[in-house]
Every structure is written in C-alpha cells, then in structure tokens.
C-alpha cells in the first residue's frame, strides 16, 4: 500500500526529499507522516501533515524538513535540507487510510528507506 523511496547518501549541509506512494482503493488519507528509527535508538515521529493541512515536526528538524502532499498522485514527500548527520536513520512513511468497500481507518506503514548523513 506504501511505497517509500528517495533515500540515499549526503553530505551534512545538503538536501534529499523522500516520497511516498499510496496504492490501492484509497477512499480517504486523514493522517500521513514520517517516521524515522537510528541504529540503537527507538523510532521516532519526524513530521506529520492531518487531514492535509496542520504540520507536526519534531524539535530536531523544525525549520530544516518540510512534509507535504499531492492528492492527485497520493503522494508524500519529505523535503530534507542542511541536513545533519544525526538524521542518519531508516525513514519509514505511514498513513491512516480508509479502503473502498471498507468503514474503518487502518494505520499502514510502508518499507523503509535508508538516509546517510556523512560529516
């Protein structure tokens, strides 16, 4: 259902956007957000955008990550810039969806992407 990608390799000070691609009969996305998990470290809410519109980033990359959303291609993207070498982690998307045919509004996770910041 998710797809994330984008990940790569950086250098401290440069810039990456990850997408994320919803697929399915998608009815209805109400929350999407980026998660993101350091080795060693639990995971982490990173930004969150509700109902299209109210942004949540955590304190370590306020002013620095931007989420964002396009309905018409169901897609997520995390623009990341000055980026920090402890924003090295995999990044994982996840959306709270409802499906055609369905009543409920289940959680998804996509796969992860790797993000290397080197200094």
């Known amino acids: 259902q998710l797809q994330a990608f984008g990940g790569g390799l950086v250098q401290a000070g440069g810039s990456l956007r990850l997408s994320c691609a919803v697929s399915g009969n998608i009815v209805s996305i109400t929350v999407m957000g980026w998660y993101r998990q350091a080795p060693g470290k639990s995971r982490e809410l990173v930004a969150r955008?509700?109902?299209?519109?109210?942004?949540n980033y955590a304190d370590s990359v306020k002013d620095r990550f931007t989420i964002s959303r396009d309905n018409a291609k169901n897609t997520m993207y995390l623009q990341m810039n000055s980026m920090k070498p402890e924003d090295t982690a995999v990044y994982y998307c996840?959306?709270?969806?409802?499906?055609?045919?369905?009543?409920?509004?289940?959680?998804?996770w996509g796969q992860g992407t790797q993000v290397t910041v080197s200094s």
């Open positions: 996840t959306a709270l969806l409802r499906e055609g045919g369905s009543l409920r509004f289940r959680d998804y």
């Open positions: 955008l509700t109902n299209g519109v109210t942004t």
